[in-house]
């Protein structure tokens, strides 16, 4: 096994200071995965929210070369509305009265120095999906959680991973007891297709490379 790469640690600290959903050690894989991709195209993450997972990520493609695409609608996915367990009260714009993460995206991306690296596209998915039509070195998917937004994701994005590319997919639980199951869902279709193979998992993150 060659060393693993050291992530900038002043980048390191900003991802720890963020708000989000995604532990230490998977973001650590997260900007491996990123940065061993980066140069077979861009790299794309589906649900930045505040930018934790984006600074891994994004510093990540950048050590590779590349660049990073944040995809988000900024408005919250179904978990984090008002009443839901995941809402977030610091969030909420009372003016536009929606859930709004963009502001704090910008101010973690300005914060782990990755404004010039990072293209930051406030758009839905499937939106998205539909501009961004370069091959691509590696898709994230941990947007919406619920099965039609997990879906649309899969299907309107798993395609454009290059040959030898990656498809990573956050919050994968075997277990129904353990959490929601649309992600480990898209995740299995992936592995049925044929086109992927299977890399080893970290927590609650799941990989395959493009065959
Ligand atoms: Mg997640």
Redesign the pocket.
């Known amino acids: 096994m060659p060393p693993a790469h050291r992530m900038d640690p002043a980048a390191l600290e900003v991802a720890r200071a963020c708000k989000?959903?995604?532990d230490e050690a998977e973001g650590l894989r997260l900007h491996d995965l990123a940065r061993q991709s980066a140069p077979l195209g861009p790299v794309v993450e589906i649900?930045s929210y505040c930018g934790k997972?984006s600074v891994y990520v994004g510093t990540g493609a950048r050590a590779g070369g590349g660049r990073l695409i944040c995809v988000d609608h900024h408005r919250g996915n179904e978990e984090q509305q008002p009443g839901e367990a995941y809402h977030d009260p610091d969030l909420f714009d009372a003016e536009a009265g929606a859930m709004d993460s963009l502001r704090h995206l910008r101010h973690t991306l300005r914060a782990a120095d990755l404004e010039d690296t990072t293209l930051v596209l406030v758009a839905r998915s499937a939106d998205a999906a539909g501009v961004v039509t370069v091959p691509l070195g590696m898709v994230f998917i941990?947007g919406g959680?619920s099965f039609e937004a997990a879906q649309t994701d899969y299907q309107r994005w798993a395609g454009k991973v290059a040959p030898g590319g990656v498809l990573a997919i956050?919050?994968l639980f075997d277990d129904p007891n353990e959490g929601g199951q649309a992600?480990i869902t898209i995740y299995r279709h992936a592995v049925a297709s044929g086109l992927f193979e299977e890399l080893p998992r970290t927590g609650?993150l799941g990989a395959l490379r493009r065959r």
């Open positions: 989000g959903f995604l649900g997972s941990d959680h956050h919050d992600p609650t």
